[in-house]
């Protein structure tokens, strides 16, 4: 049975079945499957691990880091498809997991006391310059979205001055405590949330002096019980400075995203974010638009109130990934306020689309990291 070496070029007349081709011919033939959501091939990104040709047909065995099934999936289906379609013989996928070693690279005690959490694979925490511009209405639907593509998901709301998971999520219970004082996370869509909102019982803004704030933060990252979870979405308290670093250097990030509005596209805002997380050196995933245009319900008009394009040229000019624009449309807001993110209640909306793809590029490029391809 040959296995991933060239075999001796011969000669064959007609009549005579050709030579079965070579494990390094069906490599090369693989280089045309790419990973989900990116330009480049499978066999760049090191998945295939083994290759062999005999009598029975192509077994073709795919190493991955990923815990996104429907990406395996859609991977095996390619493989299958383009073998069977190059060599006419039976093709036999097998996966392996080879899960990376660590949570996140770089995740292990690191630098300034950051200690992962038991049983997360990857952190992202979203930020923002300034509240109101839709960092909560991004964790939660990029919550629900990843949740609904199969990950194990869950919702920290860090912003204990403005806490709205609970609403935007339509919880409003209360966490249990567990007697060893675990608190147990509150489930909904399929995800797991905790919020200080749910400790509030009036929902009365509290006036949260800094100390307290790093403590009960502290609290929800080491007493939660979690379980296994493929993301922790982390919703961080408006803005950039301390408190803000406070929080993100607690824990090691797979990475941070920033949300934006057209309006506050000042360069400045996001550069301060792009800095915040480069001083607890966390990879910038990229740059989000919300609000970015107003779309009419009912004429389909785009009007563009506040300009268009900043966010992406800003994300240009600072050498980070523009993830997209969310449309500025009511259907988000009255969905977020009656605790049905729109991602849950109108999956086919069009409106829906923009988290579903900022979920799928946030998952990709952390999985690329963590697979260690992307080393900036
Ligand atoms: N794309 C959008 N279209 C319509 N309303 C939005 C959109 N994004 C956010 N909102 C609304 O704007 C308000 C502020 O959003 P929120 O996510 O709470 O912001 P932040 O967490 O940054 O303070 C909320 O009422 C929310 O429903
Ligand atoms: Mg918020």
Redesign the pocket.
């Known amino acids: 049975m040959a296995r991933i070496s060239r075999s001796a070029a011969t000669c064959y007349g007609v009549g005579m079945t050709p030579p079965a081709p070579s494990p390094q011919d069906l490599l090369e033939t693989l280089k045309q499957v790419k990973y989900p959501g990116f330009s480049r091939d499978i066999v760049s990104f090191g998945l295939i691990k083994d290759i062999q040709v005999g009598a029975a047909g192509v077994t073709v065995e795919l190493a991955t880091t990923s815990a996104k099934q429907h990406a395996i999936d859609e991977i095996q289906t390619e493989v299958e498809r383009v073998l069977a379609e190059a060599t006419g013989l039976p093709v036999n996928v097998t996966v392996h997991e080879s899960r990376p070693s660590g949570p996140t690279p770089g995740a292990a005690d690191g630098p300034r006391g950051r200690r992962p959490i038991d049983g997360v694979q990857h952190i992202v925490a979203i930020a923002?310059g300034k509240?109101?511009?839709?960092?909560?209405?991004?964790a939660v639907n990029v919550a629900c979205a990843l949740a609904a593509t199969g990950h194990r998901v869950g919702l920290l709301d860090a912003?204990v001055y403005?806490p709205?998971v609970p609403t935007m999520l339509g919880l409003d219970g209360q966490p249990a405590v567990r007697q060893d004082r675990r608190i147990v996370p509150i489930e909904a869509f399929g995800l797991k949330a905790i919020s200080m909102g749910m400790f509030l019982s009036d929902r009365a803004p509290v006036i949260w002096r800094g100390p307290m704030v790093t403590k009960l933060i502290t609290e929800f990252f080491r007493n939660v019980e979690w379980d296994e979870l493929d993301y922790l979405i982390l919703d961080l308290p408006?803005g950039t400075g301390d408190a803000q670093l406070t929080v993100a250097q607690q824990v090691p990030l797979a990475g941070g995203v920033i949300?934006t509005t057209p309006q506050d596209v000042a360069l400045l805002d996001v550069k301060r974010g792009i800095t915040m997380f480069q001083q607890v050196e966390t990879p910038v995933l990229g740059v989000v638009e919300?609000?970015s245009y107003h779309l009419c319900s009912g004429c389909g008009h785009r009007a563009e109130i506040f300009g268009h394009g900043g966010g992406q040229s800003m994300a240009q000019q600072l050498g980070v990934p523009f993830l997209g624009e969310?449309?500025?449309?009511?259907e988000?807001?009255a969905r977020?306020?009656r605790g049905e993110p729109i991602v849950v209640g109108a999956p086919d909306d069009p409106h829906s689309r923009p988290f579903f793809d900022l979920a799928g590029a946030i998952d990709a490029q952390v999985t690329e990291r963590a697979a260690g391809v992307v080393t900036h």
Do not use: E, F, H, Q
């Open positions: 923002s509240g109101g511009v839709g960092k909560s209405t991004v912003d403005g709205s408006p949300v919300n609000m969310i449309a500025l449309v009511p988000i807001r977020g306020d």
